[in-house]
């Protein structure tokens, strides 16, 4: 593992008057700094890189599938979108899962192009080839209460930085009974997930990293979820 500091530079916000302008400044200039971590690692031309944030999982056999055959790159992995657990999945009245549009693969030889950065391939969404399958795990909001207030401290998206959002009784009512902490897009006021909303899903549907299946005091993690069953008491449940 290499680790880079990243420091301040080429943080400078274009547009002051912006909404949260240097925020998303800062995160776009902390994601190019794996640059200085793959060529301190000697990655070769033909090296596979994955461009992800922490909580976007993606299984060991993808990333075999992408190192060991000819997949066209750049590429996006697309996964389902879970929040505060893999008990909520984002999903379509239809049944069929919200799909979040990444991480994104490539080739180190497509980021050393001029003018090419992780950041610009983060943003190929949807408009690069799909991996074949919905591989991955986007795993938003985990790991309770605490943790989700110093995450929105902390992160890019400061609109959700207001005390509605982040009071400990509201996030905890998210929880318990899945609902997203803000009904709308804080940043243009759009419907979220194209309508999709949080389901719960029942625990024999669940599609789970193995690290999870097989070292699940890892993720443990008492939040309060009601049963499958409407009526039924609320049940203690392990991430």
């Keep these: 593992m290499v680790a880079d500091i990243a420091d301040d530079e080429n943080t400078t916000c274009p547009d002051p008057a912006e909404h949260n302008c240097k925020h998303w400044v800062r995160e776009r200039s902390q994601r190019d700094q794996v640059m200085q971590g793959l060529r301190a690692s000697h990655?070769?031309?033909?090296?596979?890189?994955?461009?992800?944030?922490?909580?976007?999982?993606?299984?060991?056999?993808?990333?075999?599938?992408?190192?060991?055959?000819?997949?066209?790159?750049?590429?996006?992995?697309?996964?389902?979108?879970?929040?505060?657990?893999f008990r909520w999945r984002i999903t379509h009245a239809s049944g069929l899962p919200f799909i979040?549009?990444?991480?994104?693969?490539?080739?180190?030889?497509?980021?050393?192009?001029?003018?090419?950065?992780?950041?610009?391939?983060?943003?190929?969404?949807?408009?690069?080839?799909?991996?074949?399958?919905?591989?991955?795990?986007?795993?938003?909001?985990?790991?309770?209460?605490?943790?989700?207030?110093?995450k929105i401290a902390a992160y890019t998206h400061q609109e959700m930085n207001v005390a509605e959002v982040t009071d400990k009784d509201h996030i905890q009512r998210c929880i318990t009974s899945g609902q997203t902490l803000s009904a709308v897009n804080r940043l243009n006021n759009a419907t979220l997930h194209d309508g999709a909303t949080l389901t719960l899903q029942p625990s024999w549907a669940l599609r789970r990293p193995f690290l999870y299946l097989s070292n699940p005091e890892l993720f443990s993690l008492e939040v309060e979820i009601p049963e499958e069953i409407p009526g039924t008491k609320f049940q203690k449940y392990s991430l």
């Design 43 to 85: 990655a070769r031309p033909e090296d596979v890189v994955m461009v992800s944030d922490l909580d976007e999982l993606v299984p060991r056999s993808a990333a075999r599938a992408l190192s060991e055959c000819q997949t066209p790159l750049p590429l996006t992995l697309p996964s389902e979108l879970f929040f505060y657990s």
């Design 100 to 150: 979040w549009y990444h991480p994104q693969a490539t080739s180190m030889e497509h980021l050393s192009r001029t003018s090419m950065t992780p950041s610009k391939v983060r943003s190929y969404g949807s408009d690069v080839p799909l991996f074949r399958f919905l591989v991955g795990w986007h795993c938003t909001y985990f790991g309770g209460v605490a943790t989700i207030r110093q």
